[in-house]
């Protein structure tokens, strides 16, 4: 099956710690995306990366981080600086930057 | 410059009307338009996309509209079904540019 997995589908963590949100994709997709969505809010850019071992910030980047490894994998880390975590975050890849972005299931994630 | 700005925020239209979704953007640098459907708890799926070189693309009961001119594209949903019901983005990006632009979504309601 080919697609774009994210795990888990829901999170919970306590305030203060930090979490990280797996994204992989099967597609051999060069470019990969995070977004944020808040209810009224739409999707937000976090971060993305067009290669392995770059990323680039989006709009919302404070206090998340990620990292690229490996064509196939994009995971977020959420850490404690972020002020209010909780969120549906979704990971996106496409062949290019302004190519058709397909969506994984996303991750809702619970900060109390 | 970036924002793109989506109309109505919520729609509610009788099965077999026409669902009509507006948006509005700035830089007329964007050259691809994408429009998603999300489903609750869903991540968002592609729908169909327009590039400016064309002023509609039809895909069985879904129609992209786009005036250059005007800044702005819409999506019309012919014999809208109870199944249409979701959320709707639309989007822009640059061809070399960095990730999507979206807009905040409207919740389409076809009522049976």
């Known amino acids: 099956d080919g697609g774009i997995t994210q795990s888990p589908k829901y999170l919970f963590r306590k305030e203060g710690q930090n979490v990280t949100l797996s994204c992989e994709q099967n597609?051999?997709?060069?470019?990969m995306y995070w977004y944020r969505q808040d209810p009224g809010q739409g999707l937000r850019l976090i971060y993305y990366s067009q290669i392995v071992n770059d990323f680039q910030k989006g709009d919302i980047a404070e206090g998340y981080s990620v990292s690229r490894e490996k064509k196939e994998s994009f995971p977020l880390t959420v850490t404690s600086a972020q002020k209010n975590p909780t969120a549906f975050y979704l990971c996106?890849?496409?062949?290019?930057?302004?190519?058709?972005?397909?969506f994984g299931p996303g991750t809702r994630l619970t900060v109390t | 410059q970036q924002q793109v700005k989506q109309s109505p925020q919520s729609l509610i239209v009788q099965k077999g009307g026409i669902s009509i979704i507006n948006c509005a953007y700035e830089n007329t640098a964007f050259d691809y338009f994408p429009w998603y459907q999300q489903f609750p708890g869903k991540g968002p799926a592609l729908l169909i996309a327009?590039?400016?070189?064309?002023s509609e693309k039809k895909e069985g009961r879904f129609t992209i509209s786009f005036n250059k001119s005007a800044k702005q594209f819409s999506l019309h949903i012919m014999d809208s079904q109870p199944g249409d019901s979701a959320t709707y983005f639309c989007a822009a990006s640059r061809q070399a540019g960095t990730a999507l632009i979206f807009g905040k979504g409207t919740t389409l309601s076809v009522s049976s």
């Open positions: 996106a890849s496409s062949f290019g930057p302004a190519n058709e972005q397909y």
């Open positions: 327009i590039r400016p070189d064309v």
């Open positions: 597609l051999n997709h060069d470019a």
